[in-house]
Structure formats: structure tokens, C-alpha cells
Nanobody, 124 residues
């Protein structure tokens, strides 16, 4: 049972940058695809970025392409989401998630593990 803990959220001005991190307790972390979702008040949860087990495949949601970068360090059981050129519409709770199947993130299938989320607020 993987436990995921997010950190690094906070308040940033429009145009600024922020990196959120996800640390996992799972010893088999390197066998899991990791993704970031976000959910803003009154809106549906959306997938932000996904990275495969070996970092060979990455996916970005249309709204963050060219601004966000996902990366992972399997030696540290950690995944990072570097967010640049932030906009007020990026304000949301950001959730880290893990699954044995990379494609599950894009097909809407149930995800195996979830973190508690970290708040990111972009002021205008």
C-alpha cells in the first residue's frame, strides 16, 4: 500500500513559479506510474501531468503544456511538478497519484493510490 505525501504548495503571484513534490513510502515506487491531478472549487478534477515508471513517457494536460514539467527520482521515491508562468486559473488543490498502469491516468480508470493534496494559489 503506497502512501503519497505532497509538499511545496503555497501562494504565488501570476507569472511566478512553484515546485510541488510527492514523496512515496512504497518500496516498489519505481514500478508505479505517477501523476498529478488538480481540482479547483466547483470544477471537475483534471489530470495535469503523468510520468511513466522509467520516465520514458510523459503526458501533459492541454492547459499546462509548455509551462509545467513533471520529473521523478526513483532513488528518492519522489516526483516533482515544476510549474512556471503560473496563472490564476492554475489555482487548485494538487493531488499526487500512483498507479501500476500508466494509461489509467488518461482513460479515467480508477487510480490505485492518492495523496491528500496540497493547495496552490495564484494571485492576480
Amino acid at each position: 500500500q503506497a502512501q503519497l505525501v505532497e509538499s511545496g504548495g503555497g501562494l504565488v503571484q501570476t507569472g511566478g513559479s512553484l515546485t510541488v513534490s510527492c514523496a512515496a513510502s512504497e518500496r516498489t515506487f519505481s514500478t508505479l506510474a505517477i501523476g498529478w491531478f488538480r481540482q479547483a472549487p466547483g470544477k471537475e478534477r483534471e489530470v495535469v501531468a503523468v510520468i511513466s515508471r522509467s520516465s520514458q513517457s510523459v503526458f501533459y494536460g492541454d492547459s499546462v503544456k509548455g509551462r509545467f514539467t513533471i520529473s521523478r527520482d526513483n532513488a528518492k521515491n519522489s516526483v516533482y511538478l515544476q510549474m512556471n508562468s503560473l496563472k490564476p486559473e492554475d489555482t487548485a488543490v494538487y493531488f499526487c497519484a500512483a498507479d501500476h498502469n500508466y494509461s489509467d491516468f488518461m482513460t479515467g480508470r480508477s487510480i490505485d493510490y492518492w495523496g491528500q493534496g496540497t493547495q496552490v494559489t495564484v494571485s492576480s
